[in-house]
Each structure stands twice: as C-alpha cells, then as structure tokens.
C-alpha cells in the first residue's frame, strides 16, 4: 500500500519562506512530484525529485531522501497568488500516489 | 494548442441515473489516468490506462466502468452502483507510464458531479 503523510495547513506572510514536509512509505519508488492546485482547478505541475538532493526552481525548491522517504518542498518570497493546496506525489508501479495536499494561506 | 479537455465542467445527476464524463487529449500521451477528489482528500485513483484497448483499476474502481478506443479519449461511466458519487473528477495524461520519466501528469480542468 502506499501512505504519503503532509501537513493539513500552513499560514504564512507575504515575503517569508514556508517548508511544506512530505514522508512516504510506498511499495516501489519511481519519483516524486509537487504540484499546485488552487480552489475548484487542477493541479499544476511545480518540480519532479528522483535522485536524493535539491533541486531550485525560481522561488521554489523541492528536496528528496530516499533514505528517509521524506521530501519538502520550500517556498520563498510569499506571494499572495501562492495562497494554494500543494500535493506532494509519488511515483510506483506506473503511476501517481497523492498525499492529501497542504493547503498554504498567504497573509498580508 | 495541445491540452486535456474535460466535459461538462459541471454535472448533476439524479439518483439511479449512469452518467459519463468525456476527457480527450490532443497531446499524443499513451497514458491516461481519473482520480477522484474530495473535500480535505488527496486524489484517488479510480482507473488508468496504458496503451489503447487495455485499461486497469485503481484504487476505488467500485461503481466506475471506463473504455480506451482510441488514444486520444478515456471517457468515464459512473454507475448507479456507485453509492456517493458527488466529488471532483480529474483527467490526466502522460507520454507514458515509464518508471524513468520526469515527466509528470498533465491534467485537465475537471469535472464537478453533483447527485440530486
């Protein structure tokens, strides 16, 4: 079976940083995917970690330990526009797993 | 432009009723897949498909039938059978179910199915 446990929520400030943390435990492991979902639309691809490290996309980070099968995914610089869930994914046979997406309040 | 596209984006059914919700995609993905969210839920997957004429259940198939004809649509059926349907349905494609992809899913804008 596959469990992907994420925070419910997080409130942060306009210009701050926020890490969302990610843990798995899956059957297999092929990759692992954060997306972006605003209210009542779908999910937007954000950044893809198959080797443990970090990758940096812009204002967007997103870390793997396979080890340790935890992920988190580091938003800087806080818009109001990133007021969003963020659902960290995992990738076994052949397809996606879901953790119940973080939703992440973005205050002024 | 190359995308998926879901219809309707809204949808009410009555109870007893079989209802289908079309997905096409013109990006020449081998791969589809629904999910099923609900409210504080992560996505559920319900069927996915491979390669035309072959398709497999996910995670709560129960209540849902799909068919895979051509590439480019995976349509969904849900059926009587399926005792609470209402939850937003997601379409996904990608270039291939390959384990060693970064791609990941492209979605498409989802359907929103209400029971009356």
């Known amino acids: 079976g596959q469990n992907i446990d994420q925070p419910t929520e997080m409130t942060a400030t306009e210009g701050a940083i926020v890490q969302i943390n990610c843990t798995y435990q899956t059957s297999g492991f092929n990759g692992l995917f954060w997306y972006q979902q605003h209210a009542g639309e779908a999910p937007t691809f954000l950044s893809y970690?198959?080797?443990?490290g970090l990758e940096e996309k812009g204002r967007f980070s997103s870390f793997l330990s396979r080890s340790k099968g935890y992920s988190y995914l580091l938003l800087k610089e806080l818009q109001m526009k990133d007021s969003a869930s963020y659902l960290c994914a995992v990738r076994s046979d052949y397809k996606l797993s879901f953790g119940a997406g973080t939703t992440v309040t973005v205050r002024a | 432009d190359g995308g998926i596209t879901q219809s309707p984006k809204y949808l009410f059914r009555k109870e007893g009723q079989n209802v289908t919700l079309s997905c096409e995609q013109n990006?020449?993905?081998?791969?589809m897949y629904w999910y099923r969210q609900d409210p504080g839920q992560g996505l559920r997957l319900i069927y996915y498909s491979q390669i035309v004429n072959d398709f497999q259940k996910g995670d709560i198939a129960e209540g849902y039938s799909v068919s895979r004809e051509k590439k480019e649509s995976f349509p969904l059926t849900v059926t009587s059978a399926q005792k609470n349907p209402t939850a937003f349905y997601l379409c996904a494609s990608s270039i291939s179910s390959s384990t060693g992809s970064g791609y990941g899913y492209t979605f498409g804008s989802g359907t929103r199915l209400t029971v009356v």
């Open positions: 990006l020449n993905h081998d791969a």
């Open positions: 970690n198959v080797l443990d």
